[in-house]
């Protein structure tokens, strides 16, 4: 590699000091704040009176409102919101004073996101453009080809087609437990939907198809999620959500992560958890739950005699597997449970539901709030649905071989 190509090289991987901000007005330069580990950070202020917008105050949120739409930031935390959906940032926003500094990300990655059309972002030289970049310079979502017959395996040895349902649990008017260590008006919808949706962009750059039975801010009957948005073409239902405890003596202490499967309660801690997430159908819109509960038993028993009970708990074994990897320790590790949730009731094909942590400890709450901590879960959760896809293909490949022979 020649001295040019290196320099050349660290100029581009080097945190800007400053962004400039073009617009019909003129150029605005606003210097950056950097922090070690954190990347260069954008007052927010000097942001908004730059591209025209202003900053407003809703308790403890920071809401940007631009021509291109509002953008709502939670000091402390990676989470920015943009009235659809919840997203985290590579970076934790931070308060000084009375301003708030954003990861440079948010100025790349949404305020510049070339489907608003409103601003195009050079990342050679820091240059934040009104307007929306040339067609030809757009950078268009990567989506993996599949089924193609020239592509038997895509590059991770999977068989091209396989599709994945991602359930984030809760949802508009249903907030989930409200998130006794989560940062200052997130509740667990909040959280389940960032993680989701971390989820799908990794499970599609690994070549799977996703589904989301939510992507925004909004209630989806729990007896719609699986059989509307998982059917006969999908390999794995998988509902997101966020474990808490009422007030005892120690609660905070408990953390971890658990998977279920859909069967009988065996302990009263699972049927515990499954009652608490259950209580969501009350917020389902008259008659828009369609399973009866008196059916409940009729449909383990129906499960129980047939192979997507099996599937369900080898996915779950992975997910706990894989959860592990990303955690302080196997002492985290809850285990694979089963108990009769209502959302995997309707599911006819494999399906599992994760408790990522608790709410109500510090640490796990941590956890699922930060950047850091949401990619390692999504990744984690993202690798094992693909070991298991990867053993699908092999026993599908198995049982066709056999039945050539």
């Not at 901000?21 to 950097?34: D, E, K, N, Q």
């Not at 249903?174 to 799908?200: C, M, Q, S, W």
Request: glycine share 10%; hydrophobic share 40%.
């Amino acid at each position: 590699m020649s001295l040019f190509t290196v320099v050349l090289l660290a100029g581009l991987t080097a945190s800007p000091v400053r962004l400039q901000v073009s617009t019909a007005r003129g150029v605005v330069v606003i210097p950056l704040w950097s922090e070690a580990g954190q990347g260069a950070m954008v007052p927010l202020g000097p942001l908004a009176q730059a591209i025209g917008g202003r900053i407003k105050r809703e308790d403890e949120w920071f809401v940007l409102a631009t021509a291109a739409g509002e953008f709502r930031f939670l000091a402390g935390t990676a989470i920015v919101g943009d009235g659809a959906t919840m997203r985290g940032l590579p970076a934790d926003s931070h308060r000084r004073g009375d301003s708030l500094y954003v990861p440079l990300a948010f100025v790349a990655e949404m305020l510049a996101d070339p489907l608003r059309r409103a601003w195009n972002w050079n990342p050679g030289t820091a240059v934040l453009a009104e307007g929306p970049a040339p067609s030809a310079l757009l950078i268009r979502p990567s989506r993996t080809t599949v089924g193609r017959e020239e592509r038997s395996r895509l590059p991770n040895g999977l068989k091209p087609g396989h599709h994945v349902t991602i359930d984030a649990g809760h949802g508009g008017t249903d907030p989930g437990n409200p998130g006794l260590y989560f940062p200052g008006g997130l509740k667990e919808k909040h959280v389940t939907l960032a993680i989701a949706l971390l989820l799908r962009d990794e499970l599609e750059r690994r070549g799977v198809k996703v589904t989301m039975t939510r992507t925004t801010d909004t209630l989806i009957s729990l007896s719609h999620r699986a059989p509307r948005f998982c059917r006969s073409d999908c390999d794995l239902f998988v509902s997101l959500h966020v474990n808490s405890l009422d007030r005892r003596s120690g609660y905070t202490a408990v953390r971890g992560f658990e998977t279920y499967f859909l069967a009988e309660a065996r302990t009263a801690d699972a049927a515990r958890v499954a009652k608490m997430e259950n209580d969501a159908a009350r917020f389902d819109p008259a008659g828009a739950d369609e399973s009866a509960s008196g059916g409940l038993d009729f449909i383990l028993k129906d499960l129980q005699s047939n192979e997507f009970l099996r599937e369900s708990a080898r996915a779950a074994e992975l997910v706990q597997s894989s959860l592990r990897e990303v955690s302080d320790g196997a002492a985290l590790d809850r285990g694979v449970k089963q108990a009769g949730f209502a959302v995997l009731t309707t599911a006819r094909r494999p399906s599992i539901l994760v408790e990522m942590g608790y709410s109500t400890n510090p640490a796990d709450a941590r956890q699922m709030t930060s950047r850091n901590g949401q990619d390692g879960i999504a990744s984690a959760i993202a690798e094992a649905i693909v070991k298991y896809l990867q053993q699908y293909d092999r026993k599908t490949s198995d049982a066709q071989r056999v039945g050539e022979s």
